[in-house]
C-alpha cells in the first residue's frame, strides 16, 4: 500500500518509490466557505484532475514551470515533490466573489488592470488577505520573490485568458500555489481547474449564474457541478492540441 504523506480537502498525496515524486489522487468531494459545505459529487475528482493535467501540460510548452509530470489513471497525476509556499496567489480580470464583498465593487466589474492578492494558506484562520508587509512579517517571501509570485500569477492569466478565450470562457478569476523543489527552483504547484477558477460561459446570455462553469455552481446550490466541468474539459480537449 501507497504511503499516505497528506490528506486535504480535495485531494490526497502519496508517496511513490522515487523521494522526489508524489502521486495527487483527486477525490470527488467538493468542499467551500472554508469546508464547511461539503458534498461528494461523482466524476469531479477525475475532470478536476483531467483538466489540472491539460493545463499544467498546455503551461509548460508556453515555457511555465510546474510541478506536473503526467496523469496517471483515470484521476491522478505524477507531481514533482515540492515544498508547497503558503500563500493562495488569487489573480482576478473581472469583480466576482470576495473583491465584490470587501470593496463593493460590482460583480461583472472589468478591471481595468487584473489584480494580483496574496492569502495566507491557514484554513484555522480563514485565509487572510496579506499586505506585502503582512508576508515580509511572516517571513514567507521576500519582496523580490513575492514580486516574482506576482509577475509569474500575471503571465499565467496571460497565457489561460487566451486559452479559456478560445473556449468561449472568461476567466474571471483564479487561485494559483506555487512551490519550491529541491533546488529551491520555484515552481507552479497544487492545481487549475474548475475549483480554483471562476469562469463564465460566453455562449449564454444572462446573469453570472447562469453563465457560471465552475465550483460556484456548488457554493450556491445551482446544481449540474459536474456537467459544467464536463463542459470546461470538452470545450478545452477542442483547442488544446494533443500532446506529442
Ligand atoms: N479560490 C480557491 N481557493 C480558495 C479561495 C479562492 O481556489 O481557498 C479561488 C476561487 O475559486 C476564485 C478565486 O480564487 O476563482 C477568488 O476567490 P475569492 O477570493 O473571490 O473567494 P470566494 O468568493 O470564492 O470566497
Redo the contacts with the bound molecule.
Keep these: 500500500m501507497a504511503l499516505k504523506r497528506y490528506e486535504g480537502k480535495a485531494k490526497i498525496l502519496y508517496a511513490t518509490d522515487d523521494p522526489q515524486v508524489l502521486r495527487v489522487y483527486y477525490k470527488d468531494d467538493a468542499t467551500?466557505?472554508?469546508a464547511q459545505k461539503r458534498a461528494e459529487i461523482a466524476g469531479k475528482g477525475a475532470l478536476g484532475c483531467r483538466i489540472s493535467s491539460l493545463i499544467f501540460a498546455y503551461l509548460q510548452r508556453q515555457g511555465i514551470p510546474s510541478h506536473f509530470l503526467q496523469q496517471v489513471g483515470d484521476r491522478e497525476m505524477l507531481v514533482q515533490a515540492v515544498e508547497i509556499i503558503p500563500l493562495?496567489v488569487?489573480?482576478?480580470n473581472v469583480a466576482?466573489?470576495?473583491?465584490?464583498?470587501?470593496l463593493g465593487i460590482g460583480e461583472g466589474t472589468i478591471l481595468a488592470e487584473p489584480l494580483v492578492?496574496f492569502?495566507l494558506?491557514n484554513d484555522a484562520l480563514g485565509?487572510p488577505?496579506l499586505t506585502d508587509a503582512h508576508i515580509a512579517l511572516l517571513g514567507i517571501a521576500t519582496p523580490s520573490e513575492k514580486q516574482a509570485l506576482e509577475s509569474q500569477g500575471l503571465v499565467i492569466n496571460r497565457h489561460l485568458q487566451e486559452l479559456f478565450g478560445a473556449c468561449d470562457l472568461t476567466l474571471?478569476?483564479?487561485?494559483v500555489e506555487f512551490g519550491r523543489d529541491r533546488q529551491g527552483q520555484v515552481l507552479l504547484a497544487d492545481e487549475i481547474a474548475?475549483?480554483?477558477?471562476?469562469l463564465w460561459d460566453r455562449r449564454v446570455e444572462g446573469t453570472s449564474t447562469a453563465r457560471s462553469l465552475?465550483?460556484?455552481r456548488f457554493?450556491q446550490d445551482l446544481g449540474g457541478l459536474a456537467e459544467a466541468y464536463q463542459e470546461v474539459w470538452q470545450r478545452l480537449r477542442s483547442v488544446i492540441p494533443p500532446s506529442p
Excluded: I, M
Excluded at 466576482?96 to 470587501?102: D, E, P, T, V
Excluded at 474571471?172 to 487561485?175: A, T
Excluded at 474548475?194 to 471562476?198: A, G, L, S, V
Design positions: 467551500a466557505f472554508n493562495e488569487v489573480v482576478r466576482a466573489g470576495s473583491l465584490c464583498r470587501r492578492e492569502y494558506k485565509d488577505l474571471v478569476d483564479f487561485k474548475p475549483d480554483t477558477c471562476r465552475d465550483k460556484d457554493r
